[in-house]
């Protein structure tokens, strides 16, 4: 089957089906391409460059700094109470619960109800619910979290 277009006149792709797949096939000058983000300042002090990631090309390496400092204030995960029996607990939680206990999305976090710094027990499976990161980072009072495992 021959390519043919599909959507609004404004915003027109160009796709081609072989074999049951579609193919996007790019429009010529840059007809139908949506544009980038726009860039953010960049957060290095005094610096009035645009970037689409946290510093300016020509601050990169702030960024790996900014890393290390953060990574060297914060105690390894083994010293917090995550070691292989966290693991081996977390993995079995989150296949007995494999949806967000908030929005029914698939779970790929273990949030402790009660805090382990508070007296919460790490392993008790009644202080565990399965999250997503988005609502895991909605409990810790801000957007999304990237930690790997728990709170």
């Known amino acids: 089957m021959g390519p043919f277009l599909f959507g609004h006149p404004a915003k027109m792709a160009c796709f081609s089906f072989h074999r049951g797949q579609a193919r996007h096939l790019p429009l010529s000058n840059n007809e139908g391409v949506m544009p980038y983000k726009p860039r953010k300042p960049c957060k290095a002090p005094r610096c009035a460059g645009l970037t689409h990631a946290r510093y300016c090309d020509k601050h990169m390496d702030l960024e790996k700094k900014d890393m290390l400092e953060r990574d060297a204030r914060r105690e390894r995960s083994v010293d917090r109470g995550y070691d292989w029996t966290w693991a081996k607990a977390r993995v079995m939680f989150l296949n007995r619960n494999p949806l967000c206990f908030d929005c029914s999305r698939p779970a790929t976090l273990v949030h402790h109800v009660k805090p382990i710094a508070d007296g919460g027990e790490r392993l008790?499976?009644?202080?565990?619910?399965?999250?997503?990161?988005?609502?895991?980072?909605?409990?810790?009072?801000?957007?999304?979290?990237?930690?790997?495992?728990t709170a």
Not at 125 to 147: A, I, Q, T, Y
């Open 124 to 149: 008790d499976f009644e202080n565990m619910v399965s999250l997503c990161v988005h609502c895991h980072g909605k409990r810790h009072g801000g957007g999304s979290s990237e930690r790997s495992s």
